[in-house]
Antibody, heavy 120, light 108 residues
Framework: EVQLLESGGGLAQPGGSLRLSCAAS????????MTWVRQAPRKGLEWVSN????????FYSDSVKGRFTISRDNSKNTLYLQMNSLRAEDTAVYYC?????????????WGQGTLVTVSS | EIVLTQSPGTLSLSPGEGATLSCRAS???????LAWYQHKPGQAPRLLIY???TRATGIPDRFSGSVSGTDFSLTISRLEPADLAVYYC?????????FGQGTRLEIK
């Protein structure tokens, strides 16, 4: 059974940083592209970033490009999202999910999410 | 970017009835690359349909997807109380990938 467990969320100040992690199990993580999707309070889902299976290819939405960095450690079956220069509008539940392709894809399995709150 | 407009915003139906949820794309979606997700409160989103009409693994045949041009539909037959959720469409035919704003399905 695919399991994805996000962690690292919490309260951050505007301009601050947070690093999210997503621990994966139950599938061949090193062969799977991965994604981060977020949901702001009372809003819909928003794609944030994708990464290929080896980490060679990464893709970002315009809203986070230059501030967020997606990465992975296949030896630890873990996906990361380094979030810098945080803004109030980054407040959201962040989900990691498996991605069929690295660039654009549907997302087959999702984690339960971790809440990030950006506020002073 | 492709804008997806879902309708209605909220749908309230009784158990046993059928539901049709709509997702209209602002322009053509490459290769009918559209997915539907079910999102229950406090739970992880669940993939229902991809490729506009292919059911994901383990999804019952009460759920079906169809497409006509830029109009995509998710049909849920024989509604059950457990179908209470927000349903989102997502296009992955072009970058950036985008989601619709969601349709809330209420079960009377």
């Amino acid at each position: 059974e695919v399991q994805l467990l996000e962690s690292g969320g919490g309260l951050a100040q505007p301009g601050g940083s947070l690093r999210l992690s997503c621990a994966a199990s139950g599938f061949s993580f090193s062969f799977s592209a991965m994604t981060w999707v977020r949901q702001a309070p009372r809003k819909g889902l928003e794609w944030v970033s994708n990464i290929g299976s080896t980490g060679e290819y990464t893709f970002y939405s315009d809203s986070v490009k230059g501030r967020f960095t997606i990465s992975r450690d296949n030896s630890k079956n873990t996906l990361y999202l380094q979030m810098n220069s945080l803004r109030a509008e980054d407040t959201a539940v962040y989900y990691c999910a498996t991605s069929y392709w690295a660039s654009t894809s549907y997302f087959a399995s999702w984690g339960q999410g971790t809440l990030v709150t950006v506020s002073s | 970017e492709i804008v997806l407009t879902q309708s209605p915003g909220t749908l309230s139906l009784s158990p046993g009835e059928g539901a049709t949820l709509s997702c209209r794309a602002s322009r053509s979606v490459s290769s009918d690359s559209l997915a539907w997700y079910q999102h229950k409160p406090g739970q992880a989103p669940r993939l229902l349909i991809y490729g506009a009409s292919t059911r994901a693994t383990g999804i019952p045949d009460r759920f079906s997807g169809s497409v006509s041009g830029t109009d995509f539909s998710l049909t849920i037959s024989r509604l059950e109380p457990a179908d209470l959720a927000v349903y989102y469409c997502q296009q992955y035919g072009s970058s950036p990938m985008t989601f619709g704003q969601g349709t809330r399905l209420e079960i009377k």
